[in-house]
Structures are given as C-alpha cells and as structure tokens.
C-alpha cells in the first residue's frame, strides 16, 4: 500500500517547468478581411529583435514567420494583390514590416494540480482539471510604407495571458504551443493597420 502511495505521488509530481518560444506555424485566417483593400502588398522580411534568443534561432525564426505571415496576407484577402520580391512595387502599393519584439512562453505546474489530483485520488486529471499554466507575452509592431519610404501607419499590440490547461486540452500534448495566440497578435495587427485611414483609402 505504501508503495503504491510512493508510485502515485510520483506519477502526480512529473510536471516540471518550460520555456518556449511560440513561432507558429500560425495557419491561415478563419475569415477574410472585412474590406479588401485595393492595392498590392509587399511583405518585408519580418524582424525577430526579442532579447531571450540566439542570434541563429532569430534568424530562423524571422525566416519561418515572414514565410507564414505571407500566406496569412494572402489568404486573409486584406490586399487585392501580393507583391513578391524582385517584383517592383506599383504606385499605389505598400509594404509590411513586421517586428516582434517579445515571444516567450512559459508552462508551469498548476498550483492546485498536485493537491487536487491527490486529495480526489486522480479524479482530478479525468474530468480535466488543470495540470499546467501556460503564460504568455507576445509582442508586435506593424509599420505600414508605401514605395518611397513614407509610413503610412504604424501600429503595435500585445498578448499576455495565463491560459489553464488540463489533460484532454490540445495544447497539452502540443508541440508548437502558442500558436492560436500568435496568430490573434498577427490578426490584430492587420487589422488595426488596414483600418487606418492613410492605409485604407491609399
């Protein structure tokens, strides 16, 4: 009995602490653009200047979500047109740099995890009780330019959240974790800046 009792508080106490950081892939939109803008854009090789990563994971990091932001545009239908480098931009077309100057995700055991799972005899883990937090500070700046340089707006926004998640969530197994809450960041930024006048009447 009192091996048992070892082997089940054992069990109850393999949830350690993570970082990670979330770099998608974030999919494409669940819905087009309310109003599709009607001109081409360029999107310019996204910026990566959080602190907590090695030069090399920056880069590959900046690689994968200016890949993954293009397709995001494209698909989101918020320009008439996507303008792929070494194509020359048209007069009225505009260019997108995005920078993400914070991606940090963390898992942490939930407080109530250990005491809950043991005083309901596991109980706790099936009706899906939470087993971690995930935590969250993600964020972001969209400079819109047209051709010339000139910056037609510029928006930033900001994601930080504690999320609960239990044994039969599908983050709890997730290898890319913070995806769905990339990709909001990504959303609301596209939205703010092709909502501001100078871009949208352009």
């Known amino acids: ?21 979330p770099q998608g892939p974030i999919g494409l939109p669940e819905n087009v653009a309310d109003n599709t803008i009607g001109h081409g854009a360029q999107i310019a090789d ?28 494209e698909h ?12 020359k931009l048209d007069e009225q077309d505009v260019v997108l740099k995005f920078t993400f100057s914070s991606l940090k995700g963390k898992r942490t055991p939930h407080p109530g ?9 596991t109980m706790w883990i ?8 995930d935590t969250y500070d993600l964020a972001g700046e969209l400079v819109v330019e047209d051709r010339s340089g000139k910056r037609l707006a510029q928006v930033n926004d900001q994601i ?3 999320k609960n998640i239990g044994l039969f969530d599908g983050e709890y197994v997730a290898v890319n974790l913070g995806t769905a809450e ?7 930024l596209l939205t703010r800046a092709t ?6 009447a352009k």
């Open 195 to 200: 909502q501001t006048p100078q871009v949208a």
């Open 126 to 133: 099936w009706v899906n009780g939470p087993i971690y937090v």
């Open 76 to 87: 989101g239908e918020y320009f008439q047109k996507l303008v792929v480098f070494p194509t």
């Open 160 to 162: 930080k959240l504690d």
């Open 182 to 188: 990339l990709r909001q960041l990504v959303s609301q």
């Open 1 to 21: 009995m009192l091996r048992t009792f070892a082997l089940l508080l054992a069990a109850l106490s393999l949830t350690g602490c993570i970082s990670f950081t």
């Open 46 to 73: 996204v910026a990566v200047t959080a602190p907590n990563l090695k030069d090399d994971v920056r880069l590959n990091v900046s690689r994968q979500l200016t890949e993954q932001i293009t397709r995001y545009v």
């Open 113 to 121: 995890y250990f005491p809950g799972a043991l005083l309901t005899l």
